[in-house]
């Protein structure tokens, strides 16, 4: 199994949640006025909840590419140990229908590689082993809200491979002040075509303030616990990978290092796919590190 298992659930981030119950609280309201919002027109945006909005606002844009960057570390478990550290990032964009109850569609592309512990630097090789980016080519996400939690349905893979990861139970949220935690914590076993069992845990924190009120409000945290991926060489080892995320609009506010990688290495990341017609000719393509082939 490729490395990308190593950040699995990266990929099935909202088609996967928690069964706790959440409280339901008011809405938090925007401080741009919908009269100024570039989909204020839009009868899918009119229709929308305001809790739905504030998530698919902060999370892929309001219509100009975004970006979620990232970076932690991989520690040994129980040890502690820092093993590698870790970069990446994602693209995103949003499409509003123009029909009250159309599909809201978050279109992104995301990547992440592993780093020298002590030197920052990219892996590319790792006692003798080939170490190439996690590389998701596309991912395409439909969210709804339903009993009082956001559904998300992702639709990602290539060829025969091709799949809709349906949304089970959903992300709750919870108000908190004037902003929002949406949480996903995700429990993972399932077999993998070797004939072994993946097990892994891993939670996602998004913190969402509104817009204006602190200097970034779009923060997430991510954090997962399993085993290392193959080419490390420690195939009985458990490791904890902790991540911090944040948005940023223009490839201005990326990290300078983040950024000279994937320039050199990853260009085509840097911008989601443009439509559903470039999703729809991805899925036709060879089946990269991304899809765990």
Known sequence: MKQFMSIACVALLLACGQNTKTDSTEQVETTQELADHPWAEKASYKNAPQVLKTWVDARAGTGATVHWVADGAVYEYPSGK????MIGFDSSTIIWPDEADGKIIHLTRKTFAYTDAETGEVLSEYNGQAVAPIAYPYQMITYRLENDRIYGDVEQGVGERVQEIKSKDGIPYRQMGSGYIFNASVFLDFPLPTGKQYQAW???????????????PHQMGWQRYGALPPWAGMPDTKSIIQLHSWRVESLDEFPEKLLAW?????PKWLNPPKDIAEVRALQKGEASDGWGR
């Open 82 to 85: 820092k093993l590698f550290g």
């Open 262 to 266: 994937a320039k050199e290495n990853k």
């Open 202 to 216: 891993e939670n996602y924190d998004f913190f969402i303030q509104p817009e204006g009120s602190v200097d970034e």
